[in-house]
Each structure stands twice: as C-alpha cells, then as structure tokens.
C-alpha cells in the first residue's frame, strides 16, 4: 500500500475544516431528531414494522433520488445544490417540530416528514462526497473520507444520548427544534464558501443523457460493480441492528430513552476508533481484508445482541459493530472515488449510495417483517448470517486495489479541422479506426481490443464493432457510433491517463507504413437531393 495522509492532517485544509465542522453541528441535529423519530414511534404505535420504517424512510429517499441528484452534481453548481437541500431540510425540521409540539403527529404524518428530510439528505450527499475530491488532492483524499465518518461517528457516540436525555425531559418537539437549529451552522458555511469554477467549453450534458452516462460508467466498469454489490449487501445486513435496537432496548433489555441513547452512543465510540484507525490499516492491509473483518466483526456482533438479556454486552458488541461499519462503509466509499474520474463522480457515488441505502431500506423493511413474524432475536441472527454470506462473496470478487489508478484526463485529444459546416447537435458520428496487425499478433490484439470495447462503451460510444478485411486479413477497422459530435467530443474528453496503456499498445501493434488512421463521418438515413452538409467556405487568405 502506498504512503497515505496522517488522518487528522486533512484539517489544515481550510476550506475542508470549516465546512466538517460545520456539517458536524448539522450531523449532531440528525442524530437527534433520528433518536426523537424513533422512540417518538414506539410511543406512537406497538407495531414493530412501523417501528422499522422510521429508518426506511429516512433510507428510502436516498436511494430513490440519489441519482438524480448525482447528474445535478455533475453538471451543476455543487455548492448551490448543497444550500438549497440544506434550507429545505431546515424548514422541514421547523415544520415537524410545531406538529409535535402540538401533538398532531400520527405514525404516518411522523413517516412523511422524516422521508422529507431524507429527500434534502439524497440531494445534499452527492455535491457534498464529489467537493470532497476538489477540496483536497487525491493523497488526502482517504483521510478526508475517514475524518467525514469520524464527524458524524464523534456526534454519533454523544448525539443520540443528547437525544435520548432530550426526548426523556423536554419531548420530541424539542429533538425536532434542535435539529432545525442544526443547519444554521452548515447554511452560513456554505454561503461563505466560493469555490473556484472551472470554464465550462462544452454545453452541460441533457439530463436522461447524462443519466444514461453514469447507469453505462458504473455497468462497464468491473471493479466499481463488485464495491457497489458488497455495498449493496453489507447495507441490507447491517442495518438490521439500527433499525431493530428501539426493540431490543424496550423488549429485550426493558430500557427506556436513555438507554436506547447510550447504546446508540457506544456504537459511535467505535465508529470514532474506526475513523482514527483507517489509515494505518490501509497501509497494512489489502482492501479486501478489511472488509472480510468488518463484515466477521459485524456479523458476531449482531449474533450478540440477539442473544444478550443485558446492556453492557450490548453495549460492547455495539462498539464493535460502530467500528467495522465505519471500516467498511469509509472504504467502500474511498474505492469508488478513487476507481472513477472527476467527470462522472457525481453520478457514480450516487449509484454507490443508491446501492448501499437500497439495501439499508429493504433491510429495515425485512428484518422489521421477520421480527413481527418470527421473533426479533432470529431477526437479529437471519442478518448476521446474511453478513457471513457477505463475508464469503470477498473471495470470487474481491474489492480492488485502486490506489495506483491514474483517472486524471489524458488530454491527448484535439478536435480535427472539419471540411463540412456542422454543429455541435450535428450527427449521428460514425467513427472508423484502421490498423494493420500481423499474424502472430492478432491475440494480443483480440486481448487489448477487448479491453478497447470496454472503454469506448463505457465513455459514451454506441454499435462498437471491430471488422477484418476478407481480401487482405492484415486490416482491421474499429468502428463505433455517437449521437451528435458534441458527444463525440466528450467520449474523447472522458479518456483518462491509465486508459492510455491500452491506446499506446495497441498503437504499438500496428504495422502499417502510416500511422493508424481515424475516419470520422457523418451518417445520412436517406439519400438527398441536394447536400444538406456543405462545405466550409473557402478561406480567401489560406492561398
């Protein structure tokens, strides 16, 4: 493993520090008002899916519209996307708080508003983990996603007993009011922040094109898939101790409010022991080794709370489910921003999160139902053995190692001087590559070609097809398709450094007395009875 930041050295960044402490006082208010939500509901209703989805709806949201607002944060300005969701969650937040206060508040009106806030959390996280990767340099990068966990970890381990010791003497309204209060700190940062916006030379992608673009990145992208199916898995798993610990608290352990807070509390302490140990593991240990730890530990510590009548081995198994979900969900989320370029980040933690939050939603959901059905200690235990099953996944795919990848832009390309006087939303582009490949290295060629279809699908490129010569099987031509030569431009804009290994290879097997060749044309479905596509006008001066 390469060298990699101290954790706590992210800090002298200035700008990172300001917004993560201000997104610290506004992480304390969640965990508040998650602790008001969720005790306020057991008040509410003796329903223990009901129960289950206070978490689901805070889940739901994410993975519904992360997406969405991914292709917003690629396109858009981030921080004005961040101000927005943050205001619109604080008048939420105030909203709630007058309902209870009130006492108007019914199981379902307390789930619409909770999903709510979750809608302003799904728009919010994807400007917010894409500026993380423009704040600070690719070194950082890692220690800033560990500080971020150990943020919101370091409010998880005092927040939710403030929330639980709030809800027991003052009420819920006055979690609620809390955390509306909570995003003062993060508006005003936000306003103070300027970040520097690079000119933008192409028009901004459509929106369902720009959409497609990250569904199609993520699907041609082999090792993103495998950290996004673990996601996916270790979400649906885990949550099971969230969602279900209201339960434990007043069924297994006979607590009230402030038990359910100092439990909610220790599983925070460990996910700050987590965070600080982060970076000295990845120096130490291959990603996947981590990750078959974090899902064991998680595992035996689910197995735990099933089975503990007591809550001081709750509180311990508690610890260590903190520490392996910060362990996992830090390094899944690293891996990702470092397997994929600044130019679709947005859309690709997105999917991530998509991923991870289908899986804690439709996991609060099931094991909500398995307890209502079956009993919450073989709810518990079902989950632990569903994390077991996520520890085996590791060895037929195992988390890449993508520290080495370079996803800087290669910027080799220069758009051609164009005879034919078209627009940027002219199309469709036909492009034809030729090379003249010998014999003995036509398997080496198939090798790279198909390394070559990959890249070209995945950076925008329709119809590929690689072609050889019946009359003289030396030449072969690649050929692809895109729909107007704006994203034409783009697909070659989109080619990062470590693509160039497979372009300079397959340069370097081609024989040919000239160098490869590249047609770019552009289709007609008809043939016209006059030529719709002139020629540029004659430049007088050109001699």
């Not at 304390?28 to 003796?46: E, H, I, K, P």
């Not at 709810?379 to 590791?394: E, I, K, P, S, Y």
């Not at 939303?425 to 036509?442: A, E, F, H, K, T």
């Not at 198909?450 to 097809?465: E, L, S, T, V």
Request: aromatic share 10%.
């Amino acid at each position: 493993m390469p060298n990699s930041t101290p954790t706590l050295a992210v800090f002298r960044n200035r700008t990172f520090r300001s917004l993560w402490i201000a997104t610290l006082a506004s992480n304390f208010g969640g965990l508040v008002q998650s602790v008001g939500a969720a005790w306020t509901m057991t008040n509410l209703t003796d329903s223990q899916s009901m129960v289950a989805l206070v978490q689901t709806s805070v889940t739901l949201p994410i993975m519904v519209f992360s997406l969405t607002a991914g292709v917003f944060a690629d396109n858009f300005d981030r921080r004005k996307i961040m101000l927005w969701a943050q205001c619109f969650m604080c008048a939420v937040s105030i909203v709630l708080a007058f309902l209870a206060y009130e006492g108007f508040l019914t199981p379902w009106l307390l789930l619409s508003f909770t999903f709510l806030i979750g809608c302003g959390t799904a728009m919010h996280n994807p400007s917010w983990q894409a500026s993380v990767g423009d704040i600070v340099s690719r070194e950082e990068l890692p220690a800033a996603v560990s500080v971020n966990s150990m943020g919101f970890n370091l409010m998880r381990s005092v927040g939710p007993a403030a929330g639980g010791a709030i809800v027991a003497i003052a009420g819920a309204a006055a979690a609620f009011a809390v955390n509306a209060m909570s995003y003062v700190a993060i508006i005003a940062a936000l306003f103070h922040w300027h970040p520097d916006q690079a000119p933008r030379r192409l028009p901004r992608e459509m929106f369902v094109g720009a959409f497609a673009a990250g569904l199609r990145y993520v699907a041609m992208s082999p090792n993103l898939l495998r950290v996004i199916a673990r996601g996916f898995i270790f979400g649906l798993s885990a949550i099971a101790c969230q969602a279900l610990l209201p339960l434990v608290v007043r069924d297994q352990l006979a607590g009230g409010a402030l038990v359910y807070g100092i439990l909610l509390g220790a599983f925070g302490f460990g996910a700050v022991l987590a965070a600080l140990a982060n970076a000295r593991l990845r120096e130490r240990f291959h990603n996947e080794v981590i990750t078959r730890f974090g899902f064991l530990g998680f595992a035996i510590s689910t197995a735990t709370i099933a089975l503990s009548p007591h809550a001081i081995p709750s509180a311990l198994a508690l610890l260590l489910s903190g520490f392996c979900w910060v362990l996992c969900l830090s390094l899944f989320n690293v891996t990702v921003q470092l397997s994929t370029p600044r130019w679709v980040v947005g859309r690709v933690i997105a999917l991530y999160q998509t991923s991870v939050f289908a899986g804690m939603a439709g996991g609060s959901w099931l094991w909500g139902a398995v307890s209502d059905n079956v009993g919450l200690t073989i709810a518990l235990l079902a989950a632990a053995g569903v994390l077991v099953f996520g520890l085996f996944v590791g060895f037929l795919a195992p988390l890449p190692d993508s520290s080495e990848m370079n996803l800087a832009p290669l910027n080799r390309f220069r758009e051609p001087p164009l005879q034919l006087d078209i627009t940027q939303r002219s199309g469709p582009i036909m492009v034809l590559v030729d090379y003249r490949i010998s014999q003995q290295n036509v398997p080496r060629f198939l090798e790279l070609m198909g390394k070559r279809r990959r890249i070209r699908i995945r950076d925008g490129a329709q119809q590929w097809a690689l072609l050889r010569d019946l009359e003289d099987p030396d030449n072969w031509t690649e050929t692809y398709h895109v729909p107007t030569w704006v994203e034409y431009i783009r697909h070659n804009e989109r080619r990062t450094q470590a693509d160039a290994e497979v372009t300079d290879a397959l340069t370097a097997l081609h024989e040919g007395p000239e160098p490869v060749r590249v047609h770019r044309m552009i289709e007609r479905q008809t043939v016209p009875m006059r030529d719709d596509t002139p020629r540029k006008p004659r430049d007088p001066q050109a001699g």
